[in-house]
């Protein structure tokens, strides 16, 4: 641990006072790679833990391009209103070739970065699936612990990968473009099965009528998908971030599954699946870090590698010898 660096029980003590400098100091104590800061992460998120779990955790999720920045913008500033503290966490993707991200989502939140009840913390994907960073979930535990009630985790992009955000959240919303219908036929089976509410975004101007469109088939095709909430009907609503039309619906929308949450026992359920799942990453973290810190794993690669092209194993094979070994 760095000589500048407070305590964990210093770090836990400004969290729960709400100090935003604290908090942003401990996300990224939270996203190094560093075995120092990693330790003073984990011991402060024991420390947090007790505070933690009545944040109302909704993941916005779709295509690159639909107004997600924008639309979180203008449900926050309502949200505020309303009185609650709102904290978001944007997801942005990583370069595959520098590992650099522009985070930028930052930027199109305009009203809500002057916020004193709001917190923005863009992250870099890292290039991990799913959606979100290997580390979202523990961020997402900082916030909640600083008395953040209101929790919206904006994902990288929508697609088959790009659905690992609904294991983290309460609510699930998607945003679509109006007259996607044909264009986002790769992913409909997946977001219709995933999603507890959908928005047509852009619903204003001359695409007002296409948007109603769009919002007349996804209806449609929810009445033969199964909501993953029992007496839950996912609702297709239109709205515009940028107008504000339609966003006050929206919140009423997530706020009554927020009760059908709760009414229903998984609201609970949900957390214990989701620490469960936290476990077992860090288990398979933990596991593959001790697996390449074999002294002897370079080697054997290479000898297994060398086996699969002279044609005596197959990859299969020489991959489990690997790993038994």
């Given at each position: 641990m760095a000589p500048s660096t407070p305590t964990p029980e210093i770090l836990a003590d400004r969290i729960r006072s709400g100090d935003r400098t604290t908090l942003a100091r401990a996300m990224t104590l939270v996203e190094s790679r560093l075995e120092a800061d990693q330790d003073v992460a984990a011991e402060t998120l024991r420390l947090l833990m007790p505070d933690i779990g009545s944040t109302h955790r909704i993941g916005v999720s779709g295509p690159p391009g639909v107004g997600k920045s924008t639309l979180i913008d203008t449900l926050g500033m309502r949200l505020l209103e309303q009185g609650h503290r709102v904290a978001v966490l944007a997801i942005d993707p990583s370069s595959s070739r520098s590992g650099g991200s522009i985070l930028g989502d930052k930027s199109r939140m305009s009203?809500?970065?002057?916020?004193?009840?709001?917190?923005?913390?863009?992250?870099?994907?890292?290039?991990?699936?799913?959606?979100?960073?290997?580390?979202?979930?523990?961020?997402?535990?900082?916030?909640?612990?600083?008395?953040?009630?209101?929790?919206?985790?904006?994902?990288?992009?929508?697609?088959?990968?790009?659905?690992?955000?609904?294991?983290?959240?309460?609510?699930?919303?998607?945003?679509?473009?109006?007259?996607?219908?044909?264009?986002?036929?790769?992913?409909?089976?997946?977001?219709?099965?995933?999603?507890?509410?959908?928005?047509?975004?852009?619903?204003?101007?001359?695409?007002?009528?296409?948007?109603?469109?769009?919002?007349?088939?996804?209806?449609?095709?929810?009445?033969?998908?199964?909501?993953?909430?029992?007496?839950?009907?996912?609702?297709?609503?239109?709205?515009?971030?940028?107008?504000?039309?339609?966003?006050?619906e929206l919140v009423d929308v997530l706020a009554e599954h927020r009760k059908a949450l709760v009414a229903s026992g998984q609201w609970e359920s949900r957390r214990t699946e989701g620490l469960e799942a936290w476990v077992r990453q860090l288990a398979e973290e933990a596991l593959l870090r001790a697996w390449r810190a074999a002294p002897d794993l370079g080697e054997r690669l290479k000898v297994q590698a060398d086996r699969v092209a002279t044609g005596e194993l197959t990859c299969r094979r020489a991959a489990d010898e690997l790993a038994d070994h």
């Open positions: 009203r809500l970065a002057l916020e004193d009840a709001a917190f923005i913390r863009p992250s870099p994907s890292d290039l991990a699936l799913g959606g979100v960073t290997r580390r979202t979930r523990e961020v997402m535990f900082l916030c909640e612990a600083a008395g953040f009630d209101r929790l919206l985790i904006e994902t990288v992009g929508v697609g088959q990968s790009e659905i690992e955000v609904e294991g983290l959240t309460d609510s699930f919303l998607v945003l679509i473009q109006p007259g996607s219908g044909d264009e986002l036929q790769g992913i409909k089976k997946g977001i219709l099965e995933v999603a507890d509410a959908i928005a047509v975004n852009k619903a204003d101007g001359e695409g007002l009528a296409l948007a109603r469109e769009t919002v007349a088939e996804y209806s449609a095709a929810l009445r033969y998908q199964r909501s993953r909430l029992e007496g839950w009907t996912p609702t297709v609503t239109a709205i515009s971030g940028k107008v504000g039309t339609g966003v006050e």
